[in-house]
């Protein structure tokens, strides 16, 4: 894979970082170059995970003591920040176990786990579910003088402390995507089946890994396809699948893939996995496909189509122009017309109305 020294710098210092070992660079950095690997691990969710390995460097190779101690800085605030959601998310488990139900995590704080040092994953909001139901997780809110806001039929959010949390009713936008719709049921009904494990000792829970794999890979294509995704997206995977591969159903997991078209994403990120982060991914049923991997990462590093912050008068535009820039995505990774899933979109929003209750699944 070719990418430009910086981003190159940058990649191998957060492989080394994962893979607990020291960092190789050839040569030293000038302070330009640097600043450019700084800024692109702060866009790309990774500065505390690569601080772990710029901190470990000879003194010949370390970046000049000012950026040290911005880096330094950030980092901390990283983890800081991360131990504050650590806190109140166990505080939110804890209020759901007494009020006689569980907590997922999704995502974030959920994947966090599988990084040498789990703080140093950047989280932004707090994803949850319950098994109990999405009402459920607004009644432990209200009654604790919690905000709840933002509703729509996928969930809403709860700010408690300062820390919010997206409180999931379902995990997929299905909205007028009848295949979606299908693996918002597949979801459901693991849910409904208690399919999820308990974690640590603050009263969290995951999905299984075989359904967290399934949800992973559709969040991580979704992003990528209309909004982009960044290296911390890519690390997540490799670590998860790295640590879970044994105890994921792959051929289930490849049958709902085929049926999605997300198959060759999901071979596409297990070669990232392998080729640039050094994860061993040794079991038969997982599958590879470098034919895309160059122009993944390329688009990874690029880092040009993010919309999230974005007012919607300016995010719905952006989202349409990211769309027909991506068409090759749709072509090469989906195996679908984009113009047929934008009409599709369109159809979804202007006319399947719904009540946000359990029958809309069905």
């Given at each position: ?27 030293a ?6 600043s ?11 500065l ?13 190779l ?30 939110f ?45 607004n ?35 299905f ?12 979801f459901?009904?693991?849910v ?18 075989t359904?967290?794999?399934l ?6 294509f ?38 999605l ?13 392998v ?10 049923g997982?599958s590879?496909?470098r ?37 090759w ?11 047929g899933e ?13 009540s ?7």
């Amino acid at each position: 894979m070719t990418v430009n020294p910086a981003d190159g710098v940058l990649l191998r210092l957060l492989a080394a970082a994962v893979n607990t070992r020291a960092p190789a660079l050839d040569k030293a950095l000038s302070d330009p170059e640097w600043s450019r690997v700084y800024g692109q691990a702060a866009k790309q969710g990774v500065l505390a995970v690569a601080w772990e390995s710029v901190r470990r460097l000879p003194p010949d190779l370390l970046p000049d003591r000012g950026l040290r101690l911005q880096w330094a800085y950030g980092a901390e605030r990283i983890v800081s920040r991360s131990k504050r959601q650590v806190r109140e998310a166990a505080r939110f488990a804890a209020l759901c176990t007494a009020a006689g139900c569980r907590l997922i995590l999704l995502k974030g704080i959920g994947l966090s786990r599988y990084y040498p040092s789990p703080l140093q994953r950047e989280c932004g909001d707090i994803d949850i579910l319950l098994p109990e139901g999405f009402e459920k997780g607004n009644e432990i809110a209200r009654c604790r003088r919690m905000k709840v806001s933002g509703m729509d039929y996928k969930h809403n959010h709860i700010c408690s402390n300062g820390v919010m949390f997206e409180n999931h009713r379902y995990l997929t936008s299905f909205k007028g995507k009848s295949d979606i719709r299908r693996l918002e049921r597949i979801f459901q009904d693991a849910v409904k089946g208690g399919d999820f494990v308990p974690f640590g000792e603050d009263g969290f829970h995951t999905l299984s890994p075989t359904v967290n794999a399934l949800y992973i890979t559709y969040h991580g294509f979704f992003h990528f396809l209309i909004e982009g995704i960044t290296l911390r997206h890519l690390l997540d995977w490799a670590l998860f699948v790295g640590k879970e591969q044994n105890a994921i159903d792959w051929n289930y997991f490849y049958r709902v893939c085929g049926d999605l078209g997300f198959s060759r994403f999901a071979d596409t990120m297990n070669a990232i996995a392998v080729d640039v982060w050094g994860v061993s991914l040794t079991n038969p049923g997982v599958s590879f496909d470098r034919r895309c991997t160059d122009r993944v990462l390329a688009d990874v590093l690029a880092n040009k189509r993010h919309v999230s912050g974005l007012p919607v008068y300016k995010r719905r535009p952006k989202l349409v122009c990211n769309m027909l820039s991506s068409r090759w995505k749709y072509r090469q990774l989906y195996g679908r017309s984009l113009f047929g899933e934008m009409a599709r979109s369109v159809f979804g929003l202007l006319f399947d109305e719904m009540s946000c209750c359990s029958s809309d699944l069905s």
